[in-house]
């Protein structure tokens, strides 16, 4: 499994911007990648996921226009590029990372990041 590290959460107003990254303690080339996020008494729901070579992105109903996911996989880093931030995107992110790109659909990541907050709010 590799080590996942997320960073470039805080406090934004809406509809405003902001980046998050997820670093990798080994390289990324031939791992699925993807965000998921949980908000406060609710469950982790996915957010967004990319194939290793970028080539294909999937992305929820909710974000779907608003993010962008992508990768460097010569820095064995992701993205999320959000936009157009609402209060209801508040919650924890997380990334992720899996072989198999069956864990798009399942869900079933093998290694998971520590998560970084996300609060929109005026």
């Known amino acids: 499994q590799v080590q996942l590290v997320e960073s470039g959460g805080g406090l934004v107003q809406p509809g405003g911007s902001l980046r998050l990254s997820c670093s990798a303690s080994?390289?990324?080339?031939?791992?699925?990648m993807g965000w998921f996020r949980q908000a406060p008494g609710k469950e982790r729901e996915f957010v967004a996921a990319?194939?290793?070579?970028?080539?294909?992105?999937y992305y929820s109903d909710s974000v779907k226009g608003r993010f962008t996911i992508s990768r460097d996989n010569a820095k064995n880093t992701m993205y999320l590029q959000m936009t157009s931030l609402k209060p209801e995107d508040t919650a924890v992110y997380y990334c992720?990372?899996?072989?198999?790109?069956?864990?798009?659909?399942?869900?079933?990541?093998?290694?998971w990041g520590q998560g970084t907050q996300v609060t929109v709010s005026s």
């Open positions: 992720a990372a899996d072989r198999s790109v069956a864990a798009v659909t399942s869900g079933r990541f093998g290694s």
């Open positions: 080994d390289r990324l080339s031939g791992y699925v």
């Open positions: 990319i194939t290793w070579s970028g080539a294909t992105t």
